[in-house]
């Protein structure tokens, strides 16, 4: 499977649908993890997902999109994704998660093993650059599709 920048996965998500900074973090990890657990790689080629107070981020799409704050960042009109399988895997994950809103997939998150052992020996709300480790990732989401 090819890899992408995150902006690129971005991109493909913000041609479902607008949406809040925040909401395109959480699924743009969540094809980070899933890619992880069942294609055994990663998807994105330039980030690495730090845990958060409010759940999984990468610093760069931080970057990229956090002037928005709460508004919602303009839908796309194309992707440059043509990888069958990462197509798949996205497609799959919008399936999954595109309902939620940014508040439940920031919830799920907080619920996951991958986001908290990166917190570990954290308050609630405290910043946090520690980098969520794709092992765990793999780990946890495999569990998950094998209904461990």
Known sequence: MKTYSVFEV???F???SSMTPKKLQKLTYYAEAWSQA???QSLMSNTAFEAW???PVSPELWQEYHSYGWTEIP???KSIIDDPQAKDLLESVWVTYG???ANELEALTHQELP???ARIGLDDGMPSNTKISPKD???YYLSIYNGD
């Open 53 to 55: 107070a409010h759940g």
């Open 38 to 40: 069942l294609m055994k």
């Open 14 to 16: 913000l041609t479902k």
């Open 137 to 139: 990732m793999a780990n």
């Open 115 to 117: 986001w908290k052992n």
């Open 75 to 77: 839908k796309k009109k």
């Open 99 to 101: 309902k939620k809103s």
């Open 10 to 12: 971005a991109d493909w």
